[in-house]
């Protein structure tokens, strides 16, 4: 079949925006059981496959999709799972355009295969049968510490207690799952999938500690001395940048974390049924445009905000986020102020924010490496009417863990230095995710912790094989 | 789970609770404080660790019924569970033994977090001026445990009802002028009593230490609720604090940051007192 004849990708079907704009439900609904069909009848099964090269866990793309192209959705799970733990998730909320589907042949000619929402339809069909649990190794009375249950640590500590450790995780906050449960909203990401995810690994007979901070109750070194081999840390990058110009504690001014924590941990949109109360103005500004800023917009949207403005320093092209919760902003209303950057916060009489002040920029001449940067126009400053800012311009690596072990490297932004395989410069304690990398993706970080898994287990073995000796 | 092993009564709104949690109190230090979440449905709540007992595993609670979420807790009795406590959380004070005497100030529920620290404090070997202070008689409490851990305790009372009547403040400045060489205050109250204070000492240039308690959530540095303004700096007064040098804050600011939520919390008592009208929220 010659590329030109491919039939057109299959849209995703979508609750309608007028309606989805009002509620927490999930956006995208996900293929039917045809759709899926067809969608898998557009990959031509390339012996050399390009879009495993841009996966970085390396999915059995082909494979996997041979078998939805067979009906065989039972063996697709079987594939996906080889590679990918959380599959349910990462055909949710994976970069796809950026990643597997940037790789992908049929995209030269045509739109690309959807890998992604195949693999969140395999994933949904398996849940829907009651998921298998996979096959463990032998129990090896051996035990590993993993700190943070994000994806970073879940995948780690499954992948472990796969290979017959006896897995503890120590999580700070009274629930798992990390970014998946705090920051990623209901209608993107349902939370009973994560739950389902964390259930699994509970069946791996995976022990979850919560409400442990890693260096307040207790830290690694105590760890290590109390009969853990090793540990992992995937403590992730928890801490909220703020931009720092005049105005930024006035009241109305909250970071993407807080307003998204309130919103989807607390479930402040059922406030106030549940406790935690969360607030939105008229008319809300969001700083930034990654996929933080994309879902805070959404998220003051839905809790009634008039108005929800993305202001961001760059243009269309260089926003960070996801493509498709770009294209899902535009449509519910979310209004784009780009080349725009806010230079000061104004407030009433009161400590509330009643104002912002910004400047525009224009891209100004290519840099050495091609890219335009934007530039201040003089005298471009305006005021706009606004009454709550949500700061959503990056985190960075949280202290917390890594300040109770002063003998472990850190780079300069306080990030943990660790090689390929998670080895850090203490032997026994390991890393991953973005507490290495500094904010990435949910998918690196799950690569991250099947590399320390791996690294661990050798590790132990080594070190058991030593005192053997 | 954490079940509560002993509460105690002081006033109809202020209650004691000690609460099972090894973990916390095997760590626990003065000037620290832990999160509590009474049910699912509950807010995460921070309060003083009062008190530890690490051999009973064993942590002390008083608190203040303010609002929905402290009026479902004080509603909790022996033998209930709390779904989660977090803690030890925050730099606990810095004590040592200081040149000269100190000075220790509570506030009506203040009167919990000051209780360690002067207790540490004593223990350093330090000469220890306590002063507690509450409304009137009704408010107070821990009189002869603050006794035991001062080497001399002024009780006030703004109505008289009660020890010496008037504001902490001036208890405060007969002590500086008996002590001249005053070295170190602590002052732990509502923000207003924080701030009056300092404006009494910054004269004096005595170093005054204040524990605030601006809103919270995670505990952990990672939603930015708890920033304070010390200086020219934005602190997190979860994981930076709660206790910063009092003559820097920016109590002003402080103050108002305390009422962003001021709506809803009102929306959240009255559903609160008319919980039995009706079902969910029907949102999900
Ligand atoms: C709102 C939002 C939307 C996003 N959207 C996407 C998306 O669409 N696609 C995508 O690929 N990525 C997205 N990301 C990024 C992605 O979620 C992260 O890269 C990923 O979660 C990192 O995983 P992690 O395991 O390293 O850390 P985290 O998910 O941050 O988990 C770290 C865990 O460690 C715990 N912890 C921290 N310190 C301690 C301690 N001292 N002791 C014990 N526990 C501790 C934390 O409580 C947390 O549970 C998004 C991020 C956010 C915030
Ligand atoms: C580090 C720290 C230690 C504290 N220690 C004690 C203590 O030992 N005893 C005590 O009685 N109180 C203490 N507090 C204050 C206590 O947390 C609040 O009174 C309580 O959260 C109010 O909750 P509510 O739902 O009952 O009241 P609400 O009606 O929700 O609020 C009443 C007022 O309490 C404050 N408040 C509300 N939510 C929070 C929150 N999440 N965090 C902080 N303040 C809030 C606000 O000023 C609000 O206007 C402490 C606070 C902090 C930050
Ligand atoms: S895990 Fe992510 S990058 Fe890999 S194939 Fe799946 S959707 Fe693509
Ligand atoms: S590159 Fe595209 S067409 Fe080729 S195997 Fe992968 S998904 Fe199929
Ligand atoms: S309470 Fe969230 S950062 Fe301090
Ligand atoms: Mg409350």
């Not at chain 1, 106030?272 to 809300?284: A, D, F, L, N, S």
């Not at chain 2, 507690?132 to 821990?142: P, Q, S, V």
Request: aromatic share 6%; with cysteine; hydrophobic share 40%.
């Amino acid at each position: 079949m010659s590329l030109k004849q491919r039939a057109d990708r299959q849209g995703m079907p979508c609750q309608d925006p007028q309606v989805r704009r009002h509620n927490f439900q999930e956006v995208a609904l996900g293929y039917t059981k045809e759709q899926a069909m067809e969608e898998a009848g557009r990959c031509l099964q390339c012996k050399k496959p390009k879009c495993r090269e841009g996966c970085p866990v390396e999915v059995l793309i082909p494979d996997f999709i041979q078998a939805v192209a067979d009906g065989d959705f039972a063996q697709a799970a079987v594939l996906l799972k080889e590679k990918n733990a959380l599959p349910a998730i990462c055909g949710r909320v994976c970069p796809q355009e950026s990643q597997c589907e940037a790789k992908c042949i049929v995209g030269i000619k045509s739109e690309p295969v959807a890998i992604g929402r195949l693999e969140r339809f395999v994933a949904d069909w398996e849940m829907r049968q009651g998921a298998t649990l996979p096959e463990q190794a032998p129990r090896k009375g051996k035990k590993v510490a993993v700190v943070g249950a994000g994806p970073a640590g879940l995948t780690c500590a499954a992948d472990l207690a796969k290979l017959g450790y006896d897995v503890t995780i120590f999580e700070a906050l009274h629930t798992a799952g990390g970014v998946l449960m705090y920051g990623i909203p209901e209608f993107r990401l349902p939370k009973d999938i994560v739950e389902q995810e964390i259930d699994n690994l509970r069946k791996l007979g995976v022990e979850m500690q919560f409400n442990s901070v890693v260096g307040k109750a207790t830290n690694v070194h105590e760890l290590l001395a109390n009969g853990y081999e090793a540990v992992f840390l995937g403590t992730g990058a928890g801490l909220p940048n703020f931009m720092g110009i005049p105005g930024e504690n006035l009241c109305g001014v909250f970071s993407a974390n807080e307003f998204l924590t309130r919103t989807n941990l607390m479930k402040g949109y059922c406030f106030p049924e549940y406790q935690t109360p969360v607030k939105v103005g008229r008319k809300v500004a969001v700083l930034g445009a990654g996929n933080v800023a994309m879902d805070a917009a959404r998220t003051a949207l839905r809790l009634g905000a008039e108005e929800v403005h993305i202001i961001y320093r760059r243009s269309e092209k260089e926003m960070p986020a996801r493509a498709e919760e770009i294209e899902h902003a535009h449509e519910e209303g979310v209004q784009f102020q780009l080349l725009t950057s806010p230079v000061e916060i104004i407030g009433d009489e009161n400590g509330w924010v009643k104002a912002m002040k910004c400047v525009r920029f224009e891209l100004g001449e290519p840099d050495a490496s091609g890219r335009r940067s934007p530039v201040a126009i003089p005298g471009s400053e305006y005021i706009m009417d606004i009454d709550t800012v949500i700061v959503s311009i990056g985190t960075g690596p949280n202290p917390l863990a890594t300040k109770s072990v002063p003998d472990l490297e850190l780079n300069r932004k306080g990030n943990i230095v660790a090689d390929e395989d998670g080895r850090t410069s203490i032997p026994g304690v390991f890393a991953g995710g973005d507490i290495v990398t500094g904010a990435a993706t949910v998918i690196l970080a799950m690569g991250a912790g099947k590399k320390s898994a791996r690294a661990i287990d050798e590790y132990v073995m080594a070190k058991t094989a030593e005192k053997a000796i | 789970m954490y079940p509560i092993v002993r509460k105690e009564i002081f006033s109809p709104t202020v209650k004691l609770f000690d609460i099972k949690a090894p973990l916390v109190a095997a760590k626990a230090q003065a000037g620290q404080f832990f999160i509590l979440r009474a049910d699912e449905k509950g807010e995460r709540i921070p309060l003083t660790i009062a008190d530890f007992d690490r051999e009973e595993g064993t942590i002390t609670a008083i608190f203040q019924e303010m609002g929905a979420g402290t009026k479902r807790l004080g509603q909790l009795e022996v033998g209930d569970n709390i779904l989660d406590v977090v803690g030890p959380l925050g730099v606990p004070s810095e004590i040592e033994r200081f040149d000269g005497p100190v000075a220790i100030v509570g506030g009506g529920v203040g009167i919990a977090p000051i209780y360690p620290i002067a207790k540490a404090l004593k223990a350093a070997g330090n000469e220890v001026f306590a002063i507690i202070g509450a409304r009137n008689k009704e408010l107070l409490f821990w009189e002869e445990k603050m006794a035991s851990v001062s080497s001399k305790l002024i009780v006030c009372t703004d109505d008289g009802s009660y020890g010496r009547k008037g504001f902490v403040t001036d208890a405060l400045k007969d002590v500086y002028e008996a002590n001249s060489n005053l070295n170190h205050v602590w002052a732990i109250g509502p923000m207003p009593m924080m701030r009056a204070i300092t404006n009494v000492t910054r004269p004096w240039g005595v170093k005054t230490i204040v524990s605030m308690n601006p809103l919270m959530m995670d505990g952990t540095g990672m939603c930015g609720a708890c920033r304070v303004q010390v200086g020219n700096e934005t602190k997190f007064a979860c994981v930076d604090g709660p206790e910063f040098d009092g003559h820097m804050v920016d109590f002003d600011l402080a103050m108002k940051r305390l009422s962003i939520y001021k709506d809803e919390e009102k929306r959240a008592l009255a559903a609160l007192e008319h919980q039995h009208q009706g079902g969910g929220c029907g949102c999900h």
